[in-house]
């Protein structure tokens, strides 16, 4: 079969697969993530040994021990993902609710539904758990997933696949909710971007270079996730010791993170009082600092950034820094080098937050917090499959219920349309 | 200056006046929109001067009667144009719900705050008063609306976005917030569907054509709309006569629009009992059937069908007709040839409603009642902007807060994240 057929046979059978799992109820499908849970843990020593073949593959092209790492499955690793998955099953159906309803004028009772989306693609890179934890979200919310995880773990996520399709027929669900994309070229990645009609929404997770491919060539609809270029605001009524906390954790709990800051804005009021003891608790944690010159004038330590450090999603021990002149010109420099991802105002005047909340056009805006806590575990959703920095659809952290469209139904007794 | 940068100009305006908009409470807006009705209606005698060329254009190039109607513009359309800006000033402001909200754990407090999406792009066809639908609704959002109509009613559209442009002005708000695409080529469309970056979202509203090639064209977020090919369906529990008058409903009470029905599916034990009755009503209506073999036994009069006629929009007093031998069939015909738009069953069981509700993956269903209510209008919404078959984002009738998107927000007192 050419790479075209195959993929149509794997994408038709999730389609139909998608439409047997729409109408389940919750308990079926809990049943199904408990028992994939169960047949992840009893069958590791298959991932494990399956895993081992990506590991030595990876080794030998030389891929960094910090790559190798975030490939690699052992016992304890897959014992978590299956807990994880037990967690899902846990959660809340999204799926049945009625999220608006009324009885009309004419007595035709109208009521809008949570349903499933149908098929899911997700194109992701790195770590094998993602494919066990997207197909669990999707399942758990009635979709079918359609996984393109990275070639790297290829044979990984066979393995991972093939036991929870095994897990599925086991407890009477369609084993073809649970797909893998064949092939590791290119060329299907294009064939799921070109796959309107068979797939419902694509959810890229990874690099900004992945997500931008995807965006501008899928046509099926697609949800930008995870690009964060965060900031954090210092403003001229800041608790300045309140600053530096908030500056520290929102930079370093996790340099990695999308919701990381990785630029420092500073209210010229404050500057001289501020500066000097954020610049000194940056370098005694080990972080640059870019800044220009206004800040440079805090600092000797201080790199120039240029315009691309204030563009940059570090994800590093960096950050670029800049004394604006006043919150508008701190919105300013948000709404031009931003992502929209998560910004946060350190201020003890109201208005200020007020203003800068309002101002301020990105997915989540925090008021004298972290930015760290742009995040479905900390909102308290449970579970996430990505953080969304497009305004369609969903926006910030995506749980269950963003895993789902809606439908009306309307019931009458003969209603007919008068004009 | 080129197409490009004048397209580049006009966008930018928009997206820059959506910032400005975008905080405002509802008076400054509501009040704006009052303005602009009451300037339509002052200022009527130009508007129909610059209508009265794209009719005469129209007219010269051998436009029908019909569509010239559709085009032309009196004091009288005018004046009801205003009236429907009046009846969106009186709608609830969407901007500003709280629509999730929450004090987690640690003590932050979260929201989910309904948000204006920016600038929404609306590519259109036909009748003018759409220009000025779709900037009424826009603004109401908090919107900036860049609208792209029918190159037919250019000089209409330049002079109605004139007027609003100046009662926007007068009111104090950014007359950037309503603006024409410059131009009246294919390549003005293009750059629209282009400006990733500058646009949030785009609406195609119109013909399946203009629908299929934004869908495929636009790298920014489209909305599906309008395409539909809605199926009634006479199950064998139904009432017979009620029955017959919802098929009526249904496919004549407007033929022109996209919730009119446009096949008829009956299950095979009440042939024999609906279709003699439901022929002839057909016939004595007007309408043309095009039918199976099955449907063709009880009226010498049956077009017989091809497969083109059960993907069929007619929009005209056309239907296709198919007996199916289950619910389950009629569904896989819809699943197959439907747009997902609506499907109605007549039926007076209880589980066949409940089955074919769960199984029926449409925008909407309905039970006993006209495919003709799926309508934002007949829903309650006061306005509607589209009907989406999409299931992204929104889907079914679009009114104000399908104009919207959210922003959370959370607040703390130094809150930092710990894991």
Not at 38 to 53: C, F, Q, Y
Not at 351 to 373: H, I, K, Y
Request: aromatic fraction near 4%.
């Amino acid at each position: 079969m050419s790479d075209h057929d195959e993929f149509l046979k794997v994408a038709t059978a999730a389609k139909e697969a998608a439409a047997e799992l729409a109408p389940l109820p919750r308990a079926p499908k809990d049943a199904a993530l408990r028992t994939i849970a169960d047949a992840l843990v009893a069958r590791s020593a298959e991932i494990v040994a399956a895993n081992a073949g990506d590991v030595a593959r990876a080794r030998e092209s030389g891929t960094s021990e910090a790559m190798i790492d975030r490939l690699t499955l052992d016992e304890g690793r897959i014992a978590a993902i299956a807990d994880a998955v037990r967690k899902v099953a846990d959660l809340p159906d999204p799926v049945g609710e009625v999220v608006r309803g009324s009885t009309l004028p004419n007595g035709l009772e109208l009521r809008q539904i949570r349903v499933p989306l149908g098929v899911v693609g997700i194109i992701y890179e790195g770590r094998p758990n993602v494919t066990v934890d997207a197909a669990a979200l999707c399942l758990k919310s009635g979709n079918a997933a359609l996984l393109r995880g990275s070639s790297s773990a290829y044979a990984s996520n066979v393995a991972l696949v093939g036991v929870m399709q095994d897990a599925l027929a086991d407890a009477g669900v369609p084993a073809g909710a649970v797909q893998l994309v064949p092939g590791q070229t290119r060329e299907s990645v294009k064939l799921l971007m070109r796959a309107r009609g068979l797939v419902d929404v694509l959810i890229p997770r990874g690099g900004a270079s992945l997500i931008k491919s995807v965006v501008e060539e899928s046509t099926v609809p697609v949800i930008e996730t995870g690009l964060g270029v965060c900031h954090v605001y210092v403003d001229a009524d800041a608790d300045l010791g309140m600053a530096v906390d908030i500056l520290l954790n929102s930079k370093t709990q996790r340099v990695s993170v999308c919701n990381a800051a990785e630029t420092l804005l500073v209210h010229a009021d404050v500057a001289e009082a501020f500066l000097p003891l954020a610049l000194k608790a940056l370098a005694d944690a080990g972080v640059t600092v870019h800044g220009d010159e206004r800040v440079a004038a805090y600092g000797a330590q201080v790199v120039p950034a240029t315009e691309d450090d204030y563009y940059a999603e570090y994800l590093s021990l960096d950050i670029a820094a800049r004394v604006v002149d006043s919150l508008e010109d701190a919105v300013a420099h948000i709404r031009t080098y931003g992502s929209g991802h998560t910004e946060s105002i350190v201020t003890r005047s109201q208005p200020a937050a007020r203003r800068f909340v309002a101002l301020v056009d990105s997915a989540a805006v925090g008021v004298n917090a972290s930015t760290r806590f742009t995040d479905g575990g900390e909102f308290g959703f449970g579970a996430e499959i990505g953080i969304s920095t497009q305004k369609l659809h969903a926006r910030g952290p995506m749980g269950l219920p963003e895993l789902t469209s809606t439908k009306w139904v309307f019931t009458g007794e003969g209603h007919l349309r008068g004009v």
